[in-house]
């Protein structure tokens, strides 16, 4: 992000301390730490390992 500052100001734009602040290098807006889970039922079949049990 220094370095895209730094061409930005050599491209003659002003930055303010109230623009820079506005810049993140992480995502924050709608943000989906854990990834997108469907909630919506499904048909899924059974999956069959082949693991027997003893007892």
Known sequence: MT???KELE???????PELV???????THHANRFGTYELRERDLEPIGYGVTFLM
Request: aromatic residues 12%; contains cysteine; glycine residues 6%.
């Open 10 to 16: 050599a491209d003659g734009m002003k930055l303010t």
């Open 3 to 5: 370095q895209a500052f």
């Open 21 to 27: 602040a506005v810049f993140s290098p992480c995502r």
